[in-house]
């Protein structure tokens, strides 16, 4: 395959067979909506390098200008960043229409779910995080930030059986935080 995106812990690639869909695509009478979306891949991608120091209350002329131009993209990784950054913004509206763009493109992407979950945490939708959460944890039972956010999402909405769950994969993956989790779970 071809490398996608990654963090250093895991990576996500375009599977090969998918290679014959993009010659198919590569001929010349696509050649303007090629470069109009290689523009709009470049605006997106200068704009969220602007935006990174801006924590918070971005323009509202900044925020236009990163929603068109990431949506024009149609790039999933630039889906996932624009989903972070409106995030990050607290314009969870934003996040989720990117990062559940970015999951039109690949239901099983890794890093689009963790976000989309996080998103969910932040802006306290937990009956829409735990779907999302329970199908990250089919792909990365060990990861201990999905792991803590499904204690948490549990216990929040006082589901055993999902507590049981995470409870069962921390005692595997992290045996050393089943205690606390544990507490937090009989006090919930």
């Known amino acids: 395959g071809i490398l996608a995106a990654g963090d250093g812990d895991m990576s996500e690639i375009i599977p090969i067979s998918h290679l014959g869909a993009l010659i198919k695509n590569s001929k010349t009478d696509h050649a303007e909506a090629f470069f109009a979306q290689g523009k ?15 924590a918070r209350d ?25 989903g972070q950054k ?23 992407s890794p890093n689009s779910l963790m976000s989309l979950a996080v998103t969910y ?3 306290r939708e937990m009956e829409k995080e735990k779907p999302i959460l ?20 549990a216990g929040v909405l006082k589901d055993r059986e999902f507590a049981d769950r995470a409870l069962a ?18 006090s919930a």
Do not use: T
């Open 121 to 123: 945490h932040l802006n």
């Open 169 to 186: 994969l921390m005692a595997v993956h992290n045996p050393a935080a089943v205690p606390m989790a544990q507490s937090f779970i009989d």
């Open 134 to 153: 329970a199908r990250y944890l089919d792909i990365d039972p060990q990861s201990s930030q999905a792991l803590r956010l499904a204690v948490q999402v």
């Open 86 to 108: 409106f995030g990050q913004w607290w314009m969870f509206a934003q996040s989720e229409m990117f990062l559940r763009k970015s999951l039109a493109l690949d239901p099983d």
């Open 40 to 54: 709009a891949i470049r605006d997106c991608a200068d704009l969220l390098y602007d935006a990174g120091p801006v």
């Open 58 to 82: 971005p323009a509202p002329d900044l925020v236009a200008a990163l929603k068109a131009s990431c949506l024009a993209s149609g790039n999933k990784m630039l889906f996932d960043q624009a």
